[in-house]
Structure formats: C-alpha cells, structure tokens
C-alpha cells in the first residue's frame, strides 16, 4: 500500500492505519533531524512527535498531486527550524558508527581511514549553515530529486541547484582547511 | 526504533488529544491568502492611480517648461507618501506571491512579471474608469 493510499484510508476514519506511516518515517526522520540538530535523542524524539501529530492534524490539506514524502520532510523542516528558534542548539559532532557504510573486502587500515575521513566530512557538513547543511543532507543523505528539495524547502528547482552548489563549495573550503 | 513514540502518538490520536483539521479549513487559509494576494494588487494600483491623479493636479508638464526652478517645485510636490506605499504594496506582493500553492517553483523574473503586469493591468483599468467619471461617460 503506497503513503497516499494509506492517507486516504486515514482521511476517511481509518485512525489505526496512521501507524504505517509512523513506522515508514520513524526511523528516516529521526536520523534526518539528527543529522540536522545534533540534539539529543530525547529532543530529537519530541521534535519527531510534534511532526507526526502535525502530519496528522493536517492531513486533510495533504495535496494528493504530490509526494506524500516530500511533505513530510516539509513538515519535519518546520519543526526543526521552530526547534532552532527556541534554542540555539550546540554542535557536536556524534559517533554513528552503524552509519558508515563498510565495504567487508576492505582492509582494516583502508577502514580506519575511511573512517576518518567520513568524520572530517560529517564534522565539515555539521559545521554549514543550516540551509546548506539541508541541502547536502537531503541530496546525499536522504537522495532526493531537485524537485522534492524544491517541495521541502519551497524554493525553486535552480535555487536548489545553487544552494547545493554554494555547500559544496563551502565544504570544499572546509575540507581544504582541515586537510592541509 | 522504540515502540515507544509509536504508542505514544496512536494513543493521543484515538484519544481525541490530536484532531484532523477539516477540509474546509485548508480552503479557507487557500482562499484567504488568494484574497490577500489579490487585495495587495488592487491597494498597489489604486495608490498608483492615485499617484497619477495627484501628478496630474501638479502639471508637471508645464513645470518643467520652466526650467530649474519649475523642476524644484516639481519634486516637492510629488506625493511621496504615495510613491512610498505603492512600491511598499508591490515588493509585498512579490513577497507574497511564492508563498502561494506552487508559486515557489517559479524563477524571480516570472514572479516580478506576474505581479507587474497584474498591477499594470489592474492599473489602466482603475485610471481608465477615473477618465470615464470625469468625462461623465457613464451618464450617455
């Protein structure tokens, strides 16, 4: 059953069925707004519950024309940037070791180094404005399309394009900085 | 992830702690900011035509026939207040109009073009019924 479908039966009084879609966005969500806030997960987990019940509440002004998880993301970018407006929040880089893709043919040195590097790129990202850092993680990260960052940040698709340029550019520099 | 959040928030919604917002809701907010829209143009080209009505008043045509002294007079009797307000109303229009429905998908420059010529339009129309009223058109 796809979101939409799932959101029809949810629109017509099937309650229940709104627990597919928390467990569909649970777990993408948490790490997006991890990533993003670097809170801690008791924080993360309050701006999660304020998005699924928004997502809820709003769900009759869901435009079926477009991606059910385009909008979710929309919501979650809400959240998150009310989160940062009532707190500045303090960055830190975390150690998500379960996060790191590993090759198992790769051999433990390659891995450390691997593993170093991602650390210097996600202290880097951690680092960007938060309208950057948006952009690198829904395009790298969450591997949306132009178009669904355009629906989540409601800019246009070449705005997009340019911001996502700008950060990579800011990334590079950073990257520069730490590396020689 | 924990079952926790996931019981937490089913519990709230069959509790009635959370409502869906009515349709008619999304509507309203839809229609209102299309009214909001559409208010802004027509409050930009009335004071634009007011803007026109009270240049008009000044003559600047023949003041400025008169040289140095006629262009002084000219621009201190241009209704700057007027002005003021007539550009605030369009930059708020462009502001606006991207926070409607799609409307963000849409490059600057079809954005500005949008409004404009809307104001324009809007425009020609309210200083063309003015014309109307004074000439007493209306009354044949």
Redesign the interface.
Known sequence: MTDEEVIALV?KGD??K??LI??RY??KL?RYIKRLTNQSPEDI?DI??DV??SV??????FDTHKKFGSWIYRIAHNKIVDSFRAKKPTFFLTEDSEELVMSKNQLIEELEIEKENQKIIKTAVSELELKYKEAILLCYFEDKSYNEI?DIL?????QVGVLIHRAKQKLKNKLKKTYE | MNKKLEDKLMAKIKNNDVKMKPKWWFKAVKDGQILLLTSVFAISSLLITSCVYFVELINPQSLIKMGTIGREVLFENLPYPLILAALITIVFGVFIYPKIGDNYKKQKLQICLFVFTWIIILTIILTSLRFMLESGWFLF
Do not use: T, V
């Open positions: 629109c309650r229940d709104f627990a928390i467990e649970e777990d948490f987990e999660l519950s699924f019940l809820y509440s709003n769900l009759q002004g355009s409601r800019l246009n698709p070449n």
